[in-house]
DNA sequence: GGAAATGGTTGGCCCGGCCAACGTTCCGAT
DNA sequence: ATCGGAACGTTGGCCGGGCCAACCATTTCC
């Protein structure tokens, strides 16, 4: 068959509804955003790991997928891959040990350059067809609009 | 454990990247809309199969999916649930039996009204927090940038 | 000391987008 | 007129990201 991503006639009403515009966006982006880690052998949940290891330095898995937003169950899956690329260390937290703490390598950090790199290109793309001012009041209303929903949902 | 959906830390950088803010945006209003839409015994594929039917009568079963932008093997499963609930009608077509000509019903309109309805409110929800002006000012935005990465991709 | 909370792990579900394979039917070019 | 390629419908499967439930080990709070 076909078989392609068709796009919807865009003389359908429900093509202007902002939910469908922002959803419809998103998908777009997401594409970007994937093939770009992609090409650096890594997906969302990655970079969004590695950054916060960075940032916060070792952490426990809880904390870490807390300051990440990423599910818990999800933190483990990952944290395994990446484990396994040698990208971060998991280490029993001796003082509870409960806890693993976990740390990026200096392998982990290289990767993660990498990564924000591919990422500013993909920004740039995304945001093409936009002037600098364009750009800027988007990301304005996307922030207020997600500021308003994230408190409480 | 928690277990909830953790909000990222704002002091990540990563948070302001504009296909972050998208996404994430976009989270949110599929949320609105998947539970708008389960109120009514719904899901996103239903309404867009229905208003489609509504828009441009009865057609088979690939030239719906072509306009409604969604997969033929997609588009099998959810008009396999709406012709179950009655909102739907699948005859084959006598001129060219490879097709199947989809109609809706009366209570498919029905249905579909019912789906309208909720999904303006879920409009109003979502960007609650915008003024008329900023509102329009977001939805050509987003408008730009959905056309810009339409054409091809 | 014992109940409750926390940490990690596993396994599974959902939605939406996609792909491959297959049988049926139709159409156009030779 | 035939025969190859195309279109149609269907099934079954994969992926990413978000989520939930259950479970055990450990720790904290009363």
Redesign the interface.
């Known amino acids: 068959?076909?078989?392609r991503?068709?796009?919807?006639?865009p003389?359908?009403?429900?093509v202007?509804?902002?939910?469908w515009?922002?959803?419809?966006?998103?998908?777009?982006?997401?594409?970007?955003?994937t093939d770009g880690l992609a090409a650096v052998d890594a997906r969302g949940h990655h970079?969004?790991l590695l950054?916060?290891l960075d940032?916060?330095g070792p952490v426990s898995q809880a904390t870490l997928?807390?300051?990440?937003?990423?599910?818990?169950s999800d933190v483990v899956a990952a944290l395994n891959e990446l484990a396994d690329r040698g990208l971060v260390e998991r280490t029993p937290d001796p003082v509870d040990r409960r806890r693993n703490t976990v740390t990026i390598t200096a392998a982990g950090r290289r990767q993660l350059r990498r990564q924000e790199r591919r990422?500013a290109r993909?920004?740039e793309e995304?945001?093409?067809?936009?002037s600098l001012p364009?750009?800027e009041?988007?990301?304005r209303?996307?922030?207020?609009?997600?500021?308003?929903?994230?408190g409480r949902?």
Chains 1, 2 share one sequence.
């Open positions: 068959m076909d078989t991503a068709p796009a919807p006639d003389a359908a009403k429900w202007t509804l902002p939910s515009l922002i959803t419809q966006t998103a998908l777009h982006a997401h594409r970007l955003v970079f969004r950054a916060e940032r916060i997928g807390r300051s990440s937003g990423i599910h818990l990422l993909v920004q995304l945001l093409a067809p936009l364009e750009r009041q988007l990301t209303l996307l922030g207020e609009v997600l500021r308003h929903h994230s949902d």
